[in-house]
Nanobody
Framework: QVQLVESGGGLVQAGGSLRLSCAAS????????MGWFRQAPGKERNFVAR????????YYADSVKGRFTISRDNAKNMVYLQMSSLKPEDTAVYYC?????????????????????WGQGTQVTVPS
């Protein structure tokens, strides 16, 4: 069992930066892959980034590549999402998720169904 708690959301002007944090409980944290997803009002939950259990492999959605960076600290059971050059279209509730380190199928890391545990979400608002 893994419990996840996100923090760090808020209101930031376009072009600004924000760092989201996700605190994980459970002894299996270092063996799980971690992901960030986001959901805007009236839209489906979309993949943002994923990091494998060691931190050596990272994936990003095309829309955030070059602007967002996912990282983890296994000693602290923490995952981070550093967001820069924020745009109004980044406005959403951001969710932290945990799942098996391995998944089969091309692009499987981007599927919400490949994650077993979810946080409650943190709101990020970038006014236009």
């Amino acid at each position: 069992q893994v419990q996840l708690v996100e923090s760090g959301g808020g209101l930031v002007q376009a072009g600004g930066s924000l760092r989201l944090s996700c605190a994980a409980s459970g002894r299996t944290f270092s063996s799980t892959a971690m992901g960030w997803f986001r959901q805007a009002p009236g839209k489906e939950r979309n993949f943002v980034a994923r990091i494998n259990r060691t931190g050596a492999v990272r994936y990003y959605a095309d829309s955030v590549k070059g602007r967002f960076t996912i990282s983890r600290d296994n000693a602290k059971n923490m995952v981070y999402l550093q967001m820069s050059s924020l745009k109004p279209e980044d406005t959403a509730v951001y969710y932290c998720a945990a799942g098996p380190d391995y998944c089969s199928g091309s692009g499987c890391y981007a599927l919400p169904t490949k994650y077993d545990y979810w946080g409650q979400g943190t709101q990020v608002t970038v006014p236009s």
